[in-house]
């Protein structure tokens, strides 16, 4: 795994650049069929079922939350050790490589192979310079409807769904967290965006998660990514056209000038050729998918004792 900084155009850090290439597969595995269907498993074990609106308005989310092993944990529990050595280092940076390391553990790796973004997220209320993707609906994160539909918008979603149950105030990590938070030491949550939900699943901090809730602090994001990268093609007639352009105008006598600033944004917007990167989360096809899928659909809302009206709802892909 091989990974590098990103820096926005003004030069903050926003975020790593992260390529695995080691012919691996990660534990947490999306499946996809025919109809519209999807399931999110890890290790084997599913803990997600969806589908699309008929209409595509929108997302049918199914879940089987349960506590999971600490060797089926996709990030090991963070320890105070781990917290002292954040203190003295940029925040940012520090977890971003922290969480890197974990998921590219050559024993347990969460990543496939391919390009992966680790990059600040935000409420779209608290977004920083450097923040480059919002996460919404932070309050309904653990909302208990099940199944749960999530409704689409135009553009990038920013649901946030957690794929474990809601943690008591008096967990023991939970009070341990809203200390942290107090302090301004809190680590971020790392959430996945899913590009079939249009959202983001919770991947490590639901204690976190809730301490940020319990304390009204705004929560602080690393956000994955699973990445397609388009290259950029400029045409050069258009750059030389807009090169004696500026040239032109700094020359006139009547003319306003334009100051380095100005000139600066325009030069990159023309030359600027680095790919473009569309996040994509890539699924493995399955052969006869709508009939295992359905079927288990049907039977973790009787294990689960859901409304089967519900079940059916969802099966049947109607939009709320």
């Known amino acids: 795994m091989i990974w590098k900084d990103i820096t926005n155009d003004a030069e903050l850090w926003t975020g790593l650049r ?29 803990i997600l079922w969806g589908t699309f609106g008929k209409e595509y308005w929108g997302v049918w989310l199914l879940q089987n939350k349960v506590d999971w092993e600490l060797e089926d944990m996709p990030i090991k529990p963070i320890n105070s050790e781990t917290i002292e050595a954040s203190k003295n280092a940029d925040y940012y940076k520090f977890w971003s490589r922290f969480f890197a390391k974990s998921l590219g553990d050559e024993k347990q790796p969460i990543l496939s192979d391919g390009l992966w973004t680790l990059t600040i997220g935000a409420s779209p209320e608290n977004k920083e310079k450097n923040t480059s993707i919002k996460v919404g609906d932070i309050a309904k994160a653990f909302d208990v409807e099940n199944p749960r539909w999530i409704t689409w918008d135009i553009g990038r979603n920013d649901s946030l769904v957690a794929l474990k149950n809601e943690p008591n105030e008096k967990n023991g990590r939970v009070k341990w967290f809203r200390k942290l938070v107090k302090q301004g030491s809190c680590p971020p949550i790392l959430v996945w965006y899913l590009s079939c939900i249009g959202g983001y699943v919770v991947l490590d901090g639901h204690c976190r998660l809730k301490a940020f809730q319990i304390e009204s602090v705004p929560v602080k994001f690393l956000v994955l990514d699973s990445i397609v990268e388009q290259e950029i093609k400029k045409d050069p007639k258009v750059q030389q056209n807009i090169l004696l352009a500026i040239e032109k105008t700094q020359k006139n006598q009547v003319k306003r000038k334009i100051n380095v ?57 109607i939009e709320e």
């Not at 597969?25 to 074990?45: A, H, T, Y």
């Not at 009939?291 to 009787?302: A, H, L, P």
């Open 261 to 317: 600033e100005e000139i600066n944004k325009v030069l990159i917007r023309a030359f600027d050729n680095r790919p473009y990167c569309h996040p994509i989360t890539n699924a493995k096809a399955r052969h006869n998918f709508e009939e295992k899928w359905t079927t288990e659909v049907r039977d973790m809302g009787i294990s689960l004792n859901l409304n089967s009206d519900d079940i059916e709802i969802m099966i049947k892909r």
């Open 18 to 46: 992260i390529e695995v290439d080691n012919k691996i597969s990660g534990i947490l595995q999306l499946e996809s069929g025919v109809n519209c269907r999807f399931k999110l498993l890890n290790k084997d074990i599913p």
